[in-house]
């Protein structure tokens, strides 16, 4: 009795981890997910950044499920000590859940802008995390 009843307990407390798991994996894919990407660009001079910057706002805004798009040069006057300072250009966005993210990823206008840009990266880093509520 006392065997089964150790197993009862063991099997029970194995289901709920799993499954709350599973419910912390299904919360991931409709928290907000945010994708920030800083690109070091081998040419460094105002003209080649405003040229990425354009391609930026030409082939990776007004996407579905995107909540905010933001892009950007570095702050050369914010001199920092803790301030990374290694990239030229930043885009920041937003998207509804991850599923928005994939889309985006997948869609021919973001794969036209990584074709027809990375040639003038010298270095890419993307950072991915979820948002969470306030």
Known sequence: MNRFFAQL???????????????????????PLAHVVFFTLK???????????????????????TISFSVGTIAEDVKESV?????DVAIHLVFRD?????AYQAH?????FVE?????????????????AP
Not at 9 to 21: E, F, K, N, P, W
Not at 108 to 112: F, S
Not at 116 to 132: C, G, H, I, P, Q
Request: aromatic share 6%; glycine share 6%.
């Open 9 to 31: 307990v063991i099997s029970s407390v194995a289901a709920s981890l799993l499954a709350g798991g599973l419910a912390q994996a299904a919360d991931k894919k409709e928290e």
């Open 116 to 132: 027809e840009n990375k040639a003038t990266w010298a270095k890419v880093r993307v950072f991915d995390s979820y948002l969470a």
């Open 108 to 112: 021919p206008r973001h794969k036209k």
């Open 83 to 87: 301030s990374d300072r290694d990239f």
């Open 98 to 102: 991850k599923a928005a993210n994939e």
């Open 43 to 65: 040419d460094h001079s105002k003209e080649s950044r405003m040229k990425m910057v354009d391609a930026c706002k030409t082939y990776l805004t007004g996407h579905a499920g």
